[in-house]
Nanobody, 120 residues
């Protein structure tokens, strides 16, 4: 099984920075996309930022210019640097991976989520 483990969430004041990390394990043969989604209370899960196999990095309009996603293919790790945080960034952040194990079809995998709370 592929497992994603997030770390780095917590409480931060508005305007401050916070960094999230995700480590993927489980004999991953290839990765198409890794990224971060988030879900605020009472809202649907939404994309925050991703890295695609071609190297493109789509960001949600709400985080452009403030969040930076980066990955290490060799280590199968993903990071999200969040700057100038706003109270509306408060959410559970989920690490996401679309990829496949050897001789398997691509699948979506999710981490358990990490809480980010931005106080005003």
């Amino acid at each position: 099984q592929v497992q994603l483990v997030e770390s780095g969430g917590g409480l931060v004041q508005a305007g401050g920075p916070l960094s999230l990390s995700c480590a993927a394990s489980g004999n991953i043969f290839s990765i198409n996309t890794m990224g971060w989604y988030r879900q605020a209370p009472g809202k649907q899960r939404e994309l925050a930022a991703t890295i695609n196999v071609g190297g493109t990095t789509p960001y949600a309009d709400t985080v452009k210019g403030r969040f930076t996603v980066s990955g290490d293919n060799a280590q199968n790790t993903l990071s999200l640097q969040m700057n100038s945080l706003k109270p509306e960034d408060t959410a559970v952040y989920f690490c996401y991976l679309n990829g496949r194990r050897w001789r398997a079809i691509p699948q979506d995998y999710w981490g358990q989520g990490t809480q980010v709370t931005v106080s005003s």
